[in-house]
């Protein structure tokens, strides 16, 4: 059984900066994609970015120029660094690891349990 633990949440003011961590453990980490996806209060979970097993990324629109998802295979950890954050940045933040190499955040994919960022001054 995999295990997706989430850490680096926080407050932060508007335009600063925080990195998030992903450390999974308990199953194959290299060959699988991995994604942060995001829910704010009220809405609905929404895809932030991901990362292939090859080191793809892809990254929704509103955290382009912004956001940068990177994993470490050794170390079983995927990062997003998060930079010039705002405040409809703010939400909780979720790890999943996919199935197959290239997607990562369907209904049976494996997810962590969240970690809170907030935005405020």
């Known amino acids: 059984q995999v295990q997706l633990v989430e850490s680096g949440g926080g407050l932060v003011q508007p335009g600063g900066s925080l990195r998030l961590s992903c450390a999974a453990s308990?199953?194959?980490?290299?060959?699988?994609?991995m994604g942060w996806y995001r829910q704010a209060p009220g809405k609905q979970r929404e895809s932030v970015a991901a990362?292939?097993?090859?080191?793809?990324?892809n990254y929704a629109d509103s955290v382009k120029g912004r956001f940068i998802i990177t994993r470490d295979n050794a170390k079983n950890t995927m990062y997003l660094q998060m930079n010039s954050l705002k405040s409809e940045d703010t939400a909780v933040y979720y790890c999943?690891?996919?199935?197959?190499?290239?997607?990562?955040?369907?209904?049976?994919?494996?997810w962590g349990q969240g970690t809170q960022v907030t935005v405020s001054s």
């Open positions: 308990g199953s194959i980490f290299s060959g699988r994609a």
């Open positions: 990362i292939t097993s090859g080191g793809r990324p």
């Open positions: 999943t690891r996919g199935r197959s190499p290239y997607y990562a955040g369907g209904a049976n994919d494996d």
